[in-house]
């Protein structure tokens, strides 16, 4: 039976994701690296990246390891394709920055109107 969400979409979208990579024998950075390369080859809109952030925080991938990335598909995707990439994925990293920042403010005001008594 369905549930009701407000962000049908996104959801289903999340939980295909989870549920990929949950089926893959790949370990975790060989498929984030190879989500995002595909993504670059497809010159995919920012906030296809926004669904790979958080997996690539968890498996520890630094700015340096992205770039690496970049460098080494762009012989075969373009340069194009890269730049559009980089672009698209400093985006992502920034809504998920403020999409995060805008979680630990909610969760302090919460917190402060517990310890008031409100």
Same mark, same amino acid.
């Given at each position: @039976?369905?549930?009701?969400?407000?962000? #049908?979409?996104?959801?289903?979208?999340?939980? @295909?994701?989870?549920?990929? @990579?949950?089926?893959?024998?790949?370990? !975790?950075?060989?498929?984030?690296?190879?989500?995002?390369? $595909?993504?670059?080859? @497809?010159?995919?809109?920012?906030?296809?990246?926004?669904?790979?952030?958080? #997996?690539?925080?968890?498996?520890?991938?630094?700015? !340096?390891?992205?770039?690496?990335?970049?460098?080494?598909?762009? #012989?075969?995707?373009?340069?194009?394709?890269?730049?559009?990439?980089?672009?698209?994925?400093?985006?992502?990293?920034?809504?998920?920055?403020?999409?995060?920042?805008? !979680? $630990? !403010?909610?969760?302090?005001?919460?917190?402060?109107?517990?310890?008031?008594?409100?």
């Amino acid at each position: @039976m369905a549930t009701a969400s407000d962000a #049908p979409v996104l959801d289903t979208l999340a939980a @295909m994701t989870i549920d990929s @990579m949950e089926r893959c024998n790949m370990d !975790e950075r060989s498929v984030v690296l190879t989500r995002i390369a $595909a993504l670059v080859a @497809m010159d995919a809109p920012a906030i296809s990246y926004l669904a790979h952030v958080d #997996p690539a925080f968890k498996a520890d991938f630094t700015v !340096e390891q992205l770039q690496d990335l970049l460098v080494a598909i762009a #012989p075969v995707v373009g340069t194009a394709r890269v730049m559009s990439a980089a672009g698209h994925i400093a985006q992502a990293y920034g809504v998920a920055i403020g999409l995060a920042e805008g !979680e $630990a !403010e909610t969760i302090a005001r919460a917190e402060a109107q517990s310890r008031s008594g409100s």
